[in-house]
């Protein structure tokens, strides 16, 4: 399966048929709009790898026009975390600590998810990496061709929800 076609498969999987409209999709990133919310995000799978995982881990950028929320950064991880789990995030040369748990991160802020945003833009991969539920390190990598026009085309598609 090409990862194009993995990250489809995931997109399909990610919300209800009937209640999410396809924005387009941009390299390994896609764009998707879901007027029952209303809310519009960009979302992409996690690149490929032989370690175990508990979850198919992915990123998303989402705004939700009726909360005036706009850009929050989620990233489902591959595993549980640890409690106490030190979530990295690098987007090219900048680096970010996110909160999270279960098999989720976030920035902390509003702040930090405009810096994540603003970072993926001008790179070309991040990662997110933390401690497993066993104690062991693990990351997630993603490629970032795409991305500002998926994140656009998202932020496009939301603008007549709100």
Not at 24 to 53: E, Q
Not at 97 to 104: H, Q, V
Request: some cysteine.
């Amino acid at each position: 399966m090409t990862r194009l076609a993995a990250t489809l498969a995931l997109l399909v999987l990610a919300a209800p048929l009937s209640a999410r409209d396809s924005l387009g999709v941009f390299s390994d990133w896609g764009a998707f709009r879901d007027p029952g919310v209303p809310r519009c995000y960009a979302i992409a799978k996690a690149a490929p790898s032989r370690l175990s995982r508990d979850y198919d881990p992915y990123a998303s950028i989402g705004t939700w026009p009726r909360r005036q929320v706009r850009g929050q950064v989620h990233f489902r991880l591959s595993r549980e975390l640890a409690d106490k789990p030190n979530i990295r995030l690098v987007v090219g040369d900048e680096r970010f600590r996110l909160t999270g748990g279960g098999g989720d991160a976030w920035a902390r802020d509003r702040t930090m998810d405009a810096a994540i945003v603003a970072a993926m833009r001008s790179a070309s991969r991040m990662s997110v990496s933390a401690t497993d539920s066993n104690g062991r390190r693990f990351s997630n990598s993603y490629d970032l061709a795409g991305v500002a026009t998926a994140m656009d085309a998202a932020s496009v598609g939301c603008a007549r929800l709100s």
